[in-house]
C-alpha cells in the first residue's frame, strides 16, 4: 500500500471508530476509574490546573473533552492550526454549562495547517482577529490563556525571535483583548531547537507574560531549571510538555514502572511546574494518563527511565537541544526536521508532520547527496544524524507519496 493510501485509510479508520461516541460524557461504572488527583496553582494566575492536563492536539471528538472534565481534567490546550481542535471543543462547549470550572488556552494563530504562527509583522488587528476568530470556533466569550507559540521553532535570529516575543502588535493587541474580557493571561511556549532557554529567560524577566510552557523531560535540559527557578521567583506559572522524550514506547516490561507513569512524575517531581500538557487522543491515552495524578517518583520510576535512556539515547534528538543546528554549510533545518519525523513515527501524527516538513525553508534535500555530513560529528549525543535525516525526508517528502 502506497503511503497516501495508508494515510487516507487511516483518517477513514479514526472517523469510524469515534463515530459512535456518545454525545454526553457519562461516569463509567467501574469503580476505579482513573481521575485527577492534584490541583497545583499557575504561578501568580487565578488558575489551579489539573496536573495532567489535556492537549488537544490529535483531538477526536467533543466527546473527549466531556469525558475527561468529568474525571477531572480542568485545563485544555489547543490552537488554530490544530485541525478542527477548537470546532470541536466548542462542540463540547455547548454542552458543558460550567465555563469557570474549566480553563481553556489558545495560540495567536491562522486556521490553517501547522505552523501557523502570526509572523513577526502581524498587525493588533490581526492578533485581536485570530482570538475573536478562536472564540467563534469555541462558542466562548473568552479566553484563559493565549500563548505567542512555538518561539524559536523556526531558524530565525534570536534578535527576530526577540522580536516576536515582545511584537508591540502583539502586547497593545493582548492589552485591549484583556480590557474587553476576551483574554486572561498571556503566555510563551517554546520546544526549541533554537535558544529556548535565552527566549524564555527573556519572556520571564520581562513582566509581560503570566505563564510559560516549554519542552521538559528526564533526557536533558541542562540550562533549564534556572529558567523556571527563574521563572517561579518571579511568580510566572510554569507548564511542561514534550515529556515522554519522544514516545518510543508504551508498554511496560515485567516487574517495571508503566513509562508514561515514571516519565510524567519525573517532570511534576520539581516543585515549580504546576502541571504538564500531554496530547490525549484516546480513552486508553486518558485513562492510562490520569493514573499518574497525584502519584510520587519512586525508585522504579527511575529505573524505568534509565532503561529507556539506555535503549534509546542514540536515537532520540533531544527535543530543544539544537546542538547542531550551525553545523550544515547548507543551513538545513536539522532539529525541526527530526521533531517532525518523531510526530511520524512516534506520535501517529502522519499528516501534522508531512505538513509541518512541507513548510520548512530548508529541508532535508541536500542531505541525500551529502559526502561530508558535519551534523553525524556535531551531535554531542553520538546520533547518526546524516542518515536520520535522509530517511526523514523519504518518509516526510510529499513526493514520496506518489
Known amino acids: 500500500m502506497k503511503r497516501r493510501e495508508f494515510l487516507q485509510s ?10 459512535g461516541l456518545p454525545a454526553l460524557a457519562v ?6 476509574k482513573p481521575s485527577i488527583r492534584s490541583y497545583r496553582p499557575l504561578g501568580k494566575t487565578a488558575i489551579n490546573m489539573s496536573d495532567i492536563s489535556f492537549g488537544a492536539g490529535k483531538l ?15 485545563y485544555f490546550d489547543t490552537a488554530p492550526d490544530y485541525g478542527n481542535s477548537e470546532s ?7 454542552r458543558f454549562k ?24 502581524a498587525s493588533k488587528a490581526d492578533y485581536i482577529a485570530a482570538v475573536d476568530a478562536s472564540l467563534k470556533r469555541m ?13 524559536g521553532e523556526k531558524s530565525a535570529s534570536l534578535e527576530q525571535e526577540q522580536q516576536r516575543l515582545l511584537d508591540e502588535a502583539m502586547l497593545l493587541a493582548t492589552e485591549t483583548l484583556k480590557k ?3 483574554v486572561r493571561y498571556l503566555a510563551v511556549s517554546s520546544h526549541g531547537p533554537n535558544n529556548l532557554e535565552p527566549l524564555l529567560t527573556k519572556a520571564v524577566t520581562s513582566g509581560h507574560f503570566d505563564l510559560i510552557m516549554t519542552a521538559f523531560n528526564f533526557m536533558k535540559f541542562p540550562k533549564l531549571p534556572e529558567v523556571i527557578k527563574t521563572a517561579a521567583e518571579k511568580g510566572v506559572g510554569i507548564i511542561a510538555m514534550k515529556t515522554l522524550a519522544g514516545a518510543k514506547e508504551n508498554h511496560v516490561e515485567p516487574g517495571a514502572a508503566i513509562f508514561e507513569h515514571a516519565a510524567f512524575r519525573w517532570v511534576l ?8 500538557v500531554v496530547t490525549i487522543k484516546t480513552v486508553e491515552d486518558l485513562n492510562l494518563y490520569l493514573q499518574a495524578s497525584g502519584t510520587p517518583f519512586t525508585v522504579a520510576d527511575q529505573r524505568t527511565l534509565d532503561r529507556y535512556a539506555s535503549r534509546y539515547s542514540q536515537i532520540y534528538c533531544r527535543t530543544g537541544c539544537g546542538d547542531c543546528m550551525d553545523s550544515c554549510p547548507q543551513g538545513v533545518d536539522i532539529a525541526n526536521i527530526l521533531r517532525h519525523q518523531m510526530y511520524f513515527e512516534d506520535y501517529g501524527d502522519e499528516k501534522r508532520a508531512m505538513q509541518g516538513y512541507a513548510a520548512l525553508t530548508h529541508p532535508a534535500t541536500p542531505c541525500l547527496d551529502c559526502q561530508q555530513p558535519s551534523c553525524t560529528a556535531a551531535c554531542h549525543h553520538g546520533l547518526p544524524v546524516a542518515s536520520q535525516l535522509q530517511a526523514a525526508h523519504r518518509t516526510l517528502s510529499w513526493s514520496a507519496v506518489a
Request: glycine letters at 6%; charged letters at 15%; hydrophobic letters at 50%.
Open 60 to 74: 477526536p471528538s467533543a466527546a473527549m473533552i466531556l469525558r475527561a472534565i468529568d474525571q477531572g481534567v480542568n
Open 269 to 276: 517531581k520539581h516543585p515549580q511546574v504546576a502541571g504538564l
Open 98 to 121: 460550567q465555563r469557570d470550572k474549566i480553563y481553556i488556552a489558545s495560540k495567536y494563530c491562522s486556521p490553517t495547517p501547522y505552523p501557523a504562527h502570526l509572523a513577526l509583522g
Open 27 to 32: 461516569a463509567d461504572k467501574a469503580a476505579d
Open 10 to 19: 487511516s483518517i477513514a479508520a479514526v472517523a469510524a471508530s469515534t463515530a
Open 88 to 94: 470541536l471543543i466548542g462542540e463540547a462547549m455547548t
Open 180 to 182: 474587553a474580557g476576551k
Open 139 to 151: 462558542n466562548l466569550d473568552y479566553l484563559d490563556v493565549v500563548f505567542v507559540h512555538a518561539i
